[in-house]
């Protein structure tokens, strides 16, 4: 397809062109604004309001359409976006100069004057370790040689962090009397940030690109990348898009990468497919130092979102998340991967997310949404408790399935939190765990989730089970619904920590009713680990094996236990115990407690 328009000029040098996807307007060779509007440019008339003299008008050549219109679909090239646009070079300190050293004519094709640009962390002095200062500076921006001169200023604006200069440390003002030192990983230390800016010129041998931000610290075979996210934000919060040609629409990304260097959003977008040309093909990711990027689908119904890899930065070094200069990240300035929130209906599969603070792909008050084969990759695993990986919260219906967890160190895995009938199916978690907070009518099957010897991370607490089933936050009347947990397997290699910590298979509190385990089965180091401990009433487990030799394997304080192995088993006066063998065939040591 292709789109046609025209170009007035009107008392020169003013001219106003409409063509392709892009309306301007011009005064003589400046563009003064660009917008890019959803409309089909046929060749005719062109028309203006109010007294117009010596207008002319030009009918230009029509330009290509990458997406297909009829069909509703938009390709990210037809608003500017293109894959792997970049150049790598120079800048010093306190210059808008970015010195090019090699830049490819792909890229000279498409980076216009205007355009937003990031120049990731990694590339000063300091490589884009925390500690150290970023190109574009640091967080906090606030410093002090020591923490005597910290100290001795008390005039700053109430919550301001501040950090010390010798050796990096972050405070934060308490408004009266006392600079007090943070203690989570992610903000103990000051960290380097990448620059943001705009194109301001370039020059006409590609030899220097002009910006309107300058580096707060000198950077060397440093990368410059379009900011993908600055021309696709605009164009789906554009309003009335839909219905104006279809009640649906793809928004496609091509082979490739893309730099995003805020969270994308999709606000009131019904029936919309965000997709790449595959897991392994494109690729959205946040360079180091810039705001770790979130596909956010808010009060959008039946949101598909598909083929490609989204790739953060919440790694050991080069994170960094939606802070302010007197506000520490909590709750979402820690950023998600794909979050639904009050989006019913949608989907997220066939991708991979790599190294975000939480929710991989998860939902807020959302219900019927569904995962499928999604990958949620952590190379360095978390440094503080964030949330969940695959979290389903307030909702109904949904779930994960055949998706993975592959983190190095252990992180808080698959979570229905304030759900009914959330499922996890075929899904795998190495080194990650999983919990059912306040929910009922819940369903684990065919869930694996192993834990590699010496995987303990600062993040995570000993104290955690593999599955914790609780009501933390409210005894709701649907925990009485129970669950299902159907050939879930829990597998330990060894310790966790050099403390010889092991991790207990399955928790409940009293309140829960009804939960029923089918198959499955734990293993562990001898001596340590529970596999299974079920409070509250009328539950069943049929066919586990806990194959440890442990103090105490598994506890259930009302119902049956069938067709089991276990070691040592502890259960209420009124549990019926049938065919409950040891690893060996022998008899195990039945508990009972009044």
Same mark, same amino acid.
């Given at each position: 397809m292709k789109r046609v328009g025209v170009q007035m000029v009107v008392n020169w040098p003013i001219t106003f062109t409409a063509r392709g996807t892009q309306l301007s307007v011009s005064l003589g060779d400046v563009e003064l604004a660009a917008i890019h509007e959803v409309m089909h440019m046929q060749p005719g008339q062109a028309a203006g309001r109010g007294e117009i003299r010596e207008a002319e008008v030009e009918h230009?050549?029509?330009?290509?359409?990458?997406?297909?219109?009829?069909?509703? &679909?938009? $390709?990210?090239?037809? =608003? %500017?976006?293109? !894959?792997?646009?970049?150049?790598?070079?120079?800048?010093?300190?306190?210059?808008?100069?970015?010195?090019?050293?090699?830049?490819?004519?792909?890229?000279?094709?498409?980076?216009? &004057?205007? $355009?937003?640009?990031? =120049? %990731?962390?990694? !590339?000063?002095?300091?490589?884009?370790?925390?500690g150290t200062a970023g190109v574009g500076g640091t967080w906090p921006r606030k410093a002090y040689p020591d923490k005597a001169a910290m100290d001795a200023d008390t005039e700053q604006e109430n919550n301001l962090f501040a950090f010390t200069e010798d050796d990096g440390q972050v405070y934060q003002w308490n408004g009266s009397d006392e600079w007090r030192r943070q203690g989570r990983y992610y903000t103990e230390i000051v960290v380097p940030r990448g620059l943001q800016g705009r194109v301001v010129a370039i020059a006409p041998d590609w030899s220097w690109i002009e910006l309107d931000e300058p580096a707060q610290a000198a950077a060397t075979d440093a990368r410059l990348v379009q900011d993908a996210q600055d021309k696709i934000q605009p164009f789906t919060k554009m309003n009335g898009l839909r219905g104006q040609f279809m009640d649906a629409y793809t928004l496609v990304f091509q082979e490739g990468s893309y730099a995003m260097g805020w969270q994308l959003e999709l606000n009131g977008t019904d029936d919309w497919h965000v997709r790449g040309a595959g897991r392994e093909k494109t690729r959205i990711y946040s360079p180091d130092g810039i705001r770790s990027m979130t596909l956010y689908i808010n009060g959008s119904q039946n949101v598909e979102v598909s083929d490609f890899w989204m790739q953060g930065n919440a790694r050991a070094h080069g994170y960094a998340c939606a802070w302010s200069e007197t506000r520490q990240p909590r709750g979402h300035s820690y950023p998600n991967g794909?979050?639904?929130?009050?989006?019913?209906?949608?989907?997220?599969?066939?991708?991979?997310?790599?190294?975000?603070?939480?929710?991989?792909?998860?939902?807020?008050?959302?219900?019927?949404?569904?995962?499928?084969?999604?990958?949620?990759?952590?190379?360095?695993?978390?440094?503080?408790?964030?949330?969940?990986?695959?979290?389903?919260?307030?909702?109904?219906?949904?779930?994960?399935?055949?998706?993975?967890?592959?983190?190095?160190?252990?992180?808080?895995?698959f979570e229905c939190f304030k759900g009914q009938n959330?499922?996890?199916?075929?899904?795998?978690?190495?080194?990650?765990?999983?919990?059912?907070?306040?929910?009922?009518?819940?369903?684990?099957?065919?869930?694996?989730?192993?834990?590699?010897?010496?995987?303990?991370?600062r993040g995570f607490s000993f104290r955690n089970p593999l599955l914790n089933i609780n009501v933390n936050v409210g005894d709701l009347p649907y925990v009485k619904d129970g669950g299902l947990l159907e050939n879930v397997h829990f597998i330990q290699h060894g310790p966790i920590d050099e403390e010889g910590n092991v991790l207990c298979g399955v928790t409940t509190t009293p309140s829960f009713e009804n939960i029923r385990v089918i198959g499955g089965g734990f293993s562990a180091p001898d001596g340590g680990g529970k596999a299974l401990e079920l409070k509250g009433r009328n539950h069943l487990i049929d066919g586990f094996e806990a194959t440890n030799r442990s103090v105490l394997n598994i506890s259930i304080s009302d119902g049956t236990i069938r067709n089991t192995v276990a070691s040592v088993i502890q259960v209420g006066p009124d549990v019926i115990v049938e065919n409950v063998r040891t690893p060996d065939g022998g008899e195990p040591e039945v508990r009972r407690r009044d």
């Open positions: 230009l050549p029509a330009m290509p359409l990458y997406g297909d219109l009829a069909d509703g &679909v938009f $390709d990210v090239r037809d =608003i %500017g976006v293109f !894959s792997d646009v970049y150049a790598t070079g120079a800048i010093d300190e306190g210059s808008t100069r970015f010195e090019v050293e090699q830049v490819s004519e792909r890229t000279k094709a498409y980076l216009k &004057v205007g $355009d937003k640009i990031i =120049i %990731g962390a990694g !590339s000063e002095a300091g490589q884009g370790q925390r794909v979050l639904y929130r009050q989006s019913h209906g949608g989907r997220a599969h066939d991708l991979i997310v790599s190294d975000v603070f939480q929710k991989a792909v998860g939902t807020e008050r959302s219900n019927d949404v569904w995962a499928d084969r999604v990958d949620c990759i952590m190379a360095d695993g978390l440094f503080s408790y964030v949330q969940w990986m695959f979290q389903w919260a307030d909702a109904k219906g949904g779930g994960a399935r055949d998706c993975r967890i592959l983190s190095r160190t252990m992180v808080a895995g959330v499922s996890f199916i075929d899904c795998y978690g190495l080194n990650a765990s999983s919990a059912v907070n306040t929910g009922g009518g819940f369903v684990f099957k065919n869930v694996t989730l192993e834990i590699e010897e010496n995987s303990g991370s």
